[in-house]
Nanobody
Framework: QVQLVESGGGLVQPGGSLRLSCAAS????????MSWYRQAPGKERELVAS????????NYADSMKGRFTISRDNTKNTVYLQMNNLKPEDTAVYYC???????????WGQGTQVTVSS
């Protein structure tokens, strides 16, 4: 059974930091590119960051560059998102996504809420 389980969300003050984790199971993690997306109320889901199967290629949305860092540990089947200098506009549900590197197959996690507020 495929599972992507996000954790690490919560309430943080502006300027604070959070580290999200996404633990994967039920598929060969190292064959999947991993991404974080987010969706704020009333807005479309948007890409936050992505990382290639081996971790050598990273991609960030412009508004996250310099503040967010994506990483993965293929020995732990986990992808991370370190978020620093958080802003109120970062408030959203953050989703983990796995995309098979060799075909059209992808999976989503259930999401974790991040709220940035004073």
């Amino acid at each position: 059974q495929v599972q992507l389980v996000e954790s690490g969300g919560g309430l943080v003050q502006p300027g604070g930091s959070l580290r999200l984790s996404c633990a994967a199971s039920g598929f060969t993690f190292s064959l999947y590119g991993m991404s974080w997306y987010r969706q704020a109320p009333g807005k479309e889901r948007e890409l936050v960051a992505s990382i290639s199967t081996g971790g050598g290629r990273l991609n960030y949305a412009d508004s996250m560059k310099g503040r967010f860092t994506i990483s993965r540990d293929n020995t732990k089947n986990t992808v991370y998102l370190q978020m620093n200098n958080l802003k109120p506009e970062d408030t959203a549900v953050y989703y983990c996504n796995a995309e098979f590197a060799y075909g059209n197959r992808h999976y989503w996690g259930q999401g974790t809420q991040v709220t940035v507020s004073s």
